[in-house]
C-alpha cells in the first residue's frame, strides 16, 4: 500500500468509530447500505472531533473525513441493488489495479469484507462514550428501518451520489455548530432540527429494541453539550496550546475532569486594538463613552480576554478572509433584508466580533424586563376594557386614544388572553452597572430568527472563535417560541397545536426571518392568500388538504393584514377579527397592541409598573418628556440643541434629530414642527450609548451599541408566565452614528449570554 497510494498511506494518521450490525445475507446487506446512506452525514456531524491537522486548526470539525474522502474508493455507497452487483463491482475494482482485495473498499457504508454485517465507517473516533453509544443506537435502528422497508416493497432512495457527498462534507465543515443539509429540498437546518427528526422517524424501531428514552436522552445531551470539536477548540482558546486539547481529549478519553492552569493574560494591546480610541463615535472627541470590551487605557476587558487572544491570532488578514466566508454562507442561505421600498434584498450586515453580556448583568436585566413586559399585558388588557389606570389618573385619557396604535380590533380579543406572545424591548447603557430601556416593540418585532442565524453564520465563518463553555446556547429558543404560541389554546381541544406564521410573503423586509422560525418550529408559513375564515374557524387551503389552525404566529403590520385577500379574493379582516372575538383562533400578537409601545405611552411605563404591579421598577426609562405637556414642551424648545427629538408613530429611526449633531437651521424647522403638532413629538435625554469593538476592514473600531431582548409570555392554566430568551440580538451603529437602525445603515453582532 505505502508503494501504491504513496502520500495517502504517509498521512494516514487517523482513528475512526466503526460501527457493525448483523443482516441474513449479501443482497439484505446491499439493500440497507442503499437506504441507510442519506443519514450518514447527521451520524457524521454527532462524531465530529478531528479540527486539528498537522498543527493547524482546517476550519473543519471534522477533518478525518476530508483526509479519509481522498482515498479511490471512499465516499458515498455505490448504486448497485443486489449482492450479485455489489460482488461484480469489487471485482471489477480489484480488476482495475484501484484496489488489492475487498477489504479495500472504503465507503462511508458498505457490507463487511469478512463478517455477516453492514458496517458504519464514516465516524470520527469520538472521545465521549456517550456519543458512540448514541451513534450505535441510532445506526442499528436505521438499518432495522431499513430492512423493514425491503421488505414491504419501499423504493430505494433517489438522493443523487453529488448530494450525498456534498451534504456529507457540509456535516465534516459544521459538526454540530454549523447547519446541515436536508436532503429534502435539499436544504440547509439547523442540527437539532435534523438529528430530532431522525429520532422521532426511528421512534417504532428504538421502541421494539428498548433503546428509545435511552436515545432520545443521549440525542439531547449532545446538542446541549455540543461537538467533541467545538470542545477541542474551546481548550485550544484558554491558551492558544495545542497541548491542552491533547490533555483534554485524554481526560474525556479516561472519564475525568481536566484541571486546568488559570490562561495566560492577553496582550494588554492586541494588535487589532492598536489606535484603538474610545472616545464618542458620533463625535470622534476624548469625551468617554463606556466601551464594553476595552477599558480607557487600552486594556481589555477580563472577561473578554478568551476572545481577544482567538482574534489576535487570526490579524486582520484571517478576519478579512472570514469576512469574505461570512458573506459566501449569507449568500448561500439566502440572509437577507429589504429597506422599505427597495426592489432588491441586500444581505444582512453581520460584525465578526461577538458581543458579551455576563451572567449578573443578564440576571438583572431578565428581571427587569419580564417585570416590563407584566406591566405593558396589564396595560393593554386593561385600556381595551375597564380603563382603570385613565380613571385614576396615572395616565391621561388623551395619551391613551391619541395612540397611533390604538384599534378598536383591540377590544374584541377575549379578557383572559395573552396579547403579549413576544416582546422585543431595546436597551442601552451608558456604563458597567446602568442599563436603560429605550423602546418597546409589542406589534411584531422582529430579530429572534436574525440572533439565531448569526450564532450560526459566526462559527460557519471562523470556526476556531468558539464560544466558551459558559455562553448559553440557542438550540431551544424556538421550541419556547412554539411553545408560548400553543399556550393561548386550549389544550385539550382538537388540533390546539396547529400552528403557522402568517407573513404578508416575500415582499416583507423580515422574510428570511419567517421562513427560518418557521422551519425552526416546524410550522407552515403562510400569508392572507393562504386562508379561508368561516363560521367555524380559520383554515390553511393552499396546502391541497384543508386544515384547521388554532394560532396564527402574526409578522405583518395590523392595517395590511386587514385589507389583504384571503383565498377567496375577499377581504380578510373583518372575518378574521370575529374568529379572534370567538375564540376559534388565536392571533399573536395581538391586534390592538400598538396602543402600548408608541413613543409617548413609553413616557408612561415607570407609572404602569407602580399602578399594576405594585414593585419598585428594575429598569429605568431614558428620561423622557413627553412634548403635548405645555411645560415640558417649552423645556423641550429650549434644550433643543441638547435633546433627542423622536416622532411618537416613528420606527425604524425615521425622522429622529439628535440635537448636539443638528446645525440651527435644522432645529429651527424641529421648533416649528414641535409647535404645529405637539401632541407628535417626545424628547428624551441624549444617552452616552456604551461601544463595542467592530471590525472595519483592517482594524477594529468603536461603534454605538444597542441590545433587542425578547421576552416570551405564555398562559399557563390561570396564570401567565414570562421568559427571558437568551436570543438577544445586539445591534451596531454605523462609523460616527448612534442610531443602530439596519434601515439606517446599522448592522449586527452575535451576542453571547454567560451562564
Known sequence: MQ??????????????????????????????????????????????????????DTGYASYRSVVWSRWPTAGP????????????????????????????????????????????????????????????????????????????????????????RAASWRAARSGLE?????????????????????????????????????????????????????????????RGELADVVDGLIAHTQGRTL????????????????????????????????????????????????????????????????????????????????????????LFPLDLVPRIVTAEDWEGLSAGLGQRVRALEAFVRDVYGERRIVADGVVPASVVDAAP???????????????????????????????????????????????????????????????PAGVVGLEAVPRMLHAALISAT??????????????????????????????????????PRDLQVTEDGVYLV???????????????????????????????????????????????????NGVADDKLVYAYVPRMIDYYLGEDVLLANVPTYPCVDPDQREEVLDRLHELVLKPVDGYGGHRIVIGPHADRAELAALADEVRADPAGWVAQDLVNLSTHPTFAGDHLEPRAVDLRAFVLQSRIGDRTTVHVTPSALSRVAPAGSMIVNSSRGGGAKDTWVLR
Open 3 to 56: 508503494h501504491e497510494y504513496q502520500m495517502l498511506v504517509r498521512e494516514q494518521h487517523i482513528c475512526g468509530a466503526q460501527v457493525h450490525v448483523d443482516v441474513p445475507d449479501r443482497d439484505v446487506a446491499v439493500q440497507v447500505v442503499r437506504r441507510v446512506a442519506p443519514y450518514l452525514p447527521v451520524l457524521l456531524a454527532i462524531s465530529a472531533s478531528s479540527p486539528y491537522w498537522n498543527g493547524s
Open 77 to 164: 455507497p455505490a448504486h448497485v441493488e443486489t449482492g450479485a452487483d455489489y460482488e461484480e463491482l469489487v471485482a471489477d475494482l480489484i480488476a482495475s489495479g484501484t484496489i488489492s482485495d475487498p477489504g479495500m473498499v472504503y465507503f462511508d457504508i458498505r457490507p463487511s469484507a469478512h463478517l455477516p454485517t453492514v458496517e458504519l465507517r464514516v465516524c470520527d473516533a469520538c472521545p465521549d462514550v456517550e456519543d458512540v453509544v448514541l451513534i450505535a443506537g441510532l445506526f442499528r435502528a436505521l438499518v432495522g428501518k431499513a430492512r423493514t422497508d425491503a421488505a414491504a416493497g419501499v423504493p430505494l432512495p433517489d438522493a443523487r451520489h453529488e448530494l450525498l
Open 178 to 238: 454549523g447547519d446541515l443539509v436536508d436532503l429534502v429540498g435539499p436544504a440547509l437546518v439547523a442540527p437539532p432540527l435534523l438529528i430530532g427528526q431522525l429520532v422521532d422517524l426511528l421512534r417504532p424501531q428504538l421502541e421494539e429494541l428498548g433503546d428509545w428514552e435511552q436515545v432520545l436522552e443521549l440525542s439531547q445531551a449532545t446538542l446541549s453539550r455540543g461537538s467533541a470539536a467545538a470542545r477541542q477548540r474551546r481548550l485550544f482558546g484558554r
Open 259 to 346: 484541571r486546568t492552569e488559570p490562561p495566560a493574560t492577553v496582550p494588554s494591546t492586541p494588535g487589532l486594538l492598536v489606535g484603538y480610541h474610545t472616545g464618542r463615535p458620533d463625535r470622534g472627541d476624548d469625551q468617554a463613552a463606556y466601551d464594553e470590551a476595552v477599558s480607557a487605557g487600552g486594556t481589555v476587558l477580563p472577561h473578554y480576554g478568551w476572545l481577544f487572544r482567538t482574534l489576535d491570532r487570526l490579524g486582520p488578514r484571517g478576519m478579512r478572509a472570514a469576512q469574505s466566508a461570512l458573506r459566501t454562507e449569507q449568500q448561500a442561505r439566502g440572509v437577507t433584508f429589504r429597506v422599505g421600498a427597495e426592489d432588491s434584498d441586500r
Open 405 to 467: 396604535g390604538r384599534s378598536r380590533l383591540g377590544t374584541l380579543v377575549p379578557a383572559d388572553a395573552v396579547r403579549i406572545a413576544v416582546a422585543g424591548i431595546d436597551l442601552v447603557r451608558d456604563r458597567a452597572d446602568r442599563w436603560y430601556v429605550l423602546e418597546d416593540n409589542l406589534r411584531v418585532p422582529s430579530g429572534i430568527g436574525y440572533a439565531l442565524i448569526s450564532r450560526r453564520l459566526i462559527r460557519s465563518a471562523m470556526p476556531d472563535l468558539e464560544p
Open 490 to 527: 386550549e389544550r385539550d381541544a382538537a388540533g390546539h397545536d396547529e400552528v403557522a406564521l402568517l407573513s404578508a410573503g416575500p415582499s416583507d423586509s423580515a422574510y428570511f426571518e419567517h421562513r427560518l422560525l418557521a422551519d425552526r418550529m416546524g410550522v407552515p408559513l403562510v400569508t
Open 542 to 592: 393552499s396546502t391541497g388538504a384543508r386544515r384547521r389552525l388554532s394560532v396564527l404566529y402574526r409578522r405583518l403590520d395590523e392595517r395590511e393584514l386587514l385589507t389583504a385577500t384571503g383565498a377567496d379574493m375577499r377581504p380578510i379582516g373583518r372575518a378574521l377579527s370575529k374568529a379572534v372575538a370567538r375564540g376559534s383562533v388565536a392571533v399573536l400578537n395581538a391586534l390592538g
